[in-house]
């Protein structure tokens, strides 16, 4: 498993024999589904193709395997269930469908089927690895709408990366998932959490924010850190720390404290819209913890940078057909 791909920095484990074969029979709360063919696999579990039984319809199902001690899969459930409460989550998640159990084996939630995620359409459908500017400039506003939408939940994401943004099912939105790391970062009264004192490392060591790196509380301001060295990566196909493995988080650190100088700088957006980034990078570095980021001001640079390059947001994505 890529770095990219991996979630807490844990080993993989074998859960083989936990999971379900083909065409096995899993019962929800709300219906019964057919298991089909394995979309992923994670650290505690995976992800299905199912059919419901009662009309036919393809859905996906996030199995995690009981006795991981994840819980990732409680947390995936509790912000489905209070982002479906709101009509416009269809427009920046799935909709969560049923959810159950088997013994002793695994626990799951059925989701809407989406399509296929960022990181896939990079690596696998652009020759070089990387997208078009035209390409990761609109995919940039089109990932930053639902982290926001997230955060107006008062939840934050915690693993912001490629692979975690997918494409609707009918192909024209931008969908977040994964949502096992998430924290509430509000208390009931709606106000911005104290930080914690001691914290573990949460996220992807590619895309951490620094204080994920330092083991410091996060906040909204490094989800945004996270979309900003990954819409980098869209367009260069790598970061300067690409080449480190998830155990070398130390040097990752250095290198992303280095990017704030003028030559690490100059090197992390050697092939991105220097002058409207820069002004992004700034902007984050400057939010306090509790700081409520101006997600208009981040989208307007991103706009800026588009007019400033050209981008016609009619053009068709570098993984659609052309004309």
């Given at each position: 498993?890529?770095?990219?791909?991996?979630?807490?920095?844990?080993?993989?484990?074998?859960?083989?024999?936990?999971?379900?074969?083909?065409?096995?029979?899993?019962?929800?709360?709300?219906?019964?589904?057919?298991?089909?063919?394995?979309?992923?696999?994670?650290?505690?579990?995976?992800?299905?193709e199912v059919l419901r039984k009662r009309d036919g319809k393809r859905f996906a199902a996030k199995l995690e395997v009981c006795e991981t001690h994840?819980?990732?899969?409680?947390?995936?459930?509790?912000?489905?269930?209070?982002?479906?409460?709101?009509?416009?989550?269809?427009?920046?998640?799935?909709?969560?469908?049923?959810?159950?159990?088997?013994?002793?084996?695994?626990?799951?939630?059925?989701?809407?089927?989406?399509?296929?995620?960022?990181?896939?359409?990079?690596?696998?459908?652009?020759e070089e690895g990387r997208f078009s500017l035209s390409t990761a400039l609109r995919l940039a506003l089109l990932t930053l709408h639902p982290i926001?939408?997230?955060?107006?939940?008062?939840?934050?994401?915690?693993?912001?990366?490629?692979?975690?943004?997918?494409?609707?099912?009918?192909?024209?939105?931008?969908?977040?998932?994964?949502?096992?790391?998430?924290?509430?970062?509000?208390?009931?009264?709606?106000?911005?959490?104290?930080?914690?004192?001691?914290?573990?490392?949460?996220?992807?060591?590619?895309?951490?924010?620094?204080?994920?790196?330092?083991?410091?509380?996060?906040?909204?301001?490094?989800?945004?850190?996270?979309?900003?060295?990954?819409?980098?990566?869209?367009?260069?196909?790598?970061?300067?720390?690409?080449?480190?493995?998830?155990?070398?988080?130390?040097?990752?650190?250095?290198?992303?404290?280095?990017?704030?100088?003028?030559?690490?700088?100059?090197?992390?957006?050697?092939?991105?819209?220097?002058?409207?980034?820069?002004?992004?990078?700034k902007y984050i570095d400057g939010l306090s913890f509790d700081g409520q980021v101006d997600y208009t001001y981040l989208g307007q640079l991103v706009?800026?940078?588009?007019?400033?390059?050209?981008?016609?947001?009619?053009?068709?994505?570098?993984?659609?057909?052309?004309?």
């Open positions: 498993m890529s770095d990219e791909r991996a979630s807490c920095e844990r080993e993989d484990e074998d859960w083989d024999e936990r999971l379900p074969s083909k065409n096995q029979i899993i019962r929800g709360k709300e219906g019964s589904y057919s298991i089909g063919k394995m979309i992923s696999r994670g650290r505690f579990g995976a992800i299905y994840s819980h990732g899969i409680d947390m995936d459930y509790s912000v489905l269930k209070k982002a479906n409460k709101q009509l416009e989550s269809r427009e920046w998640m799935a909709e969560l469908i049923d959810r159950g159990k088997i013994a002793d084996h695994f626990r799951f939630i059925v989701l809407t089927l989406m399509g296929q995620d960022m990181w896939t359409l990079r690596t696998e459908f652009t926001e939408f997230l955060h107006g939940m008062g939840f934050i994401h915690r693993d912001i990366k490629a692979s975690n943004f997918v494409l609707s099912s009918d192909g024209c939105n931008v969908c977040i998932i994964d949502f096992g790391l998430c924290r509430h970062y509000k208390d009931k009264e709606g106000e911005h959490k104290a930080p914690r004192e001691v914290n573990q490392f949460r996220g992807t060591t590619r895309y951490a924010s620094l204080a994920a790196h330092r083991q410091q509380d996060q906040s909204p301001k490094d989800d945004i850190e996270s979309w900003l060295y990954m819409i980098i990566e869209f367009i260069a196909g790598f970061l300067p720390w690409s080449h480190f493995n998830r155990k070398e988080r130390d040097e990752v650190l250095r290198m992303k404290e280095n990017s704030r100088t003028t030559e690490g700088m100059h090197e992390l957006l050697k092939y991105s819209p220097t002058s409207e980034f820069r002004r992004i990078l706009g800026l940078s588009m007019r400033n390059h050209n981008v016609n947001v009619e053009e068709p994505f570098d993984w659609q057909e052309k004309d």
